[in-house]
């Protein structure tokens, strides 16, 4: 009797081994179902600039960190720059494409229309249709924390008059002074002396926001949509 028993335990001990082995393959599926997720969030961060507090090399444009408090990060150049000096493209309020010879006042779209409160990420906002959904004009709310939270000096970097911005954790973006492009002659003007930087906020039908600076000061103020401002995007 004895004997049948211990038989038959193992029998018993050999079939559960076999089951654990059969159930270990659904084991080994899990395990490659987590490595499988741990490579998609790696891909998908590595699609967003990293953030740091200058500029590393001269892979531009970086997103750079000034410590404020939204935690709204600032391009390191103006769209169509390669450098932060260079001063880049100029547009015109709501339109994403750069102002070129013969487009005045008279050829301007959006004088008097009414094409939304906020224009950044729209089909309007010349710094997503250029450099994609991360990027966004700035918004006055954002350009207004820039002035409120950051230190400004006048300054030359690489031979072009502007502003250093330095935010309280000791990142910087450099300003160029780029003047602008006039809507009713399509001339340049003011280059080295002032900046003119557009937001995504308008002023009614006729105006839109813009970051404005000279040597000693900086402020927000607006503009006629007709000019040909850059644009320094933004990003969170």
Request: aromatic content about 14%; proline content about 6%.
């Amino acid at each position: 009797m004895k004997l049948r028993l211990v038989i038959l335990l193992s029998y018993l001990s050999l079939a559960t081994m076999a089951f654990a082995q059969t159930s270990g393959g659904q084991i080994r599926r899990h395990r490659k179902k987590q490595s499988s997720t741990v490579r998609y969030r790696s891909v998908t961060q590595s699609n967003v600039p990293p953030k740091m507090l200058s500029c590393p090399n001269d892979n531009h444009p970086h997103m750079i960190d000034l410590g404020l408090p939204s935690g709204t990060k600032w391009a390191c150049c103006n769209l169509g720059a390669s450098t932060p000096e260079q001063r880049g493209d100029y547009y015109r309020w709501g339109e994403t494409k750069p102002v070129k010879e013969g487009d005045t006042d008279a050829t301007y779209p959006y004088k008097n229309v009414d094409i939304g409160n906020n224009i950044a990420g729209t089909k309007y906002d010349a710094a997503t249709a250029n450099w994609g959904a991360f990027w966004r004009m700035p918004t006055e709310d954002q350009i207004m924390e820039l002035v409120d939270n950051c230190t400004y000096k006048w300054t030359m970097q690489n031979g072009q008059e502007g502003v250093e911005v330095t935010g309280r954790n000791g990142g910087t973006i450099f300003l160029p002074a780029s003047g602008y492009r006039n809507y009713s002659s399509g001339s340049f003007s003011n280059i080295g002396s002032s900046g003119y930087y557009w937001s995504s906020s308008p002023c009614g039908t006729d105006q839109g926001g813009i970051l404005y600076f000279h040597s000693s000061s900086w402020y927000w103020n607006y503009y006629t949509r007709a000019f040909g401002f850059p644009v320094r995007p933004v990003a969170k």
